[in-house]
């Protein structure tokens, strides 16, 4: 199971965001044994999924993070 360690806000530097795409987070997830992984997510997904830092990742996402 893996569990939300940290969110940190997208910087998309002096090229900015694509038009009409969302902004996205990175997220870094540990596990019982301390492995991490990194996935990035829409910010809003995440808002509308009520996932903040201490949260476990929702089990149909962890094929994502393989």
Not at 20 to 46: F, H
Request: overall charge negative.
């Amino acid at each position: 199971m893996w569990k939300i360690k940290h969110i940190f806000d997208g910087e998309y530097g002096c090229e900015g965001r694509l038009p009409g795409q969302l902004p996205q987070v990175s997220v870094t997830l540990t596990d019982e044994k301390g492995n991490e992984r990194y996935v990035s997510a829409e910010d809003a997904w995440l808002t509308e999924q009520g996932l903040e830092v201490g949260d476990h990742w929702p089990c149909e996402l962890e094929k994502r993070i393989n």
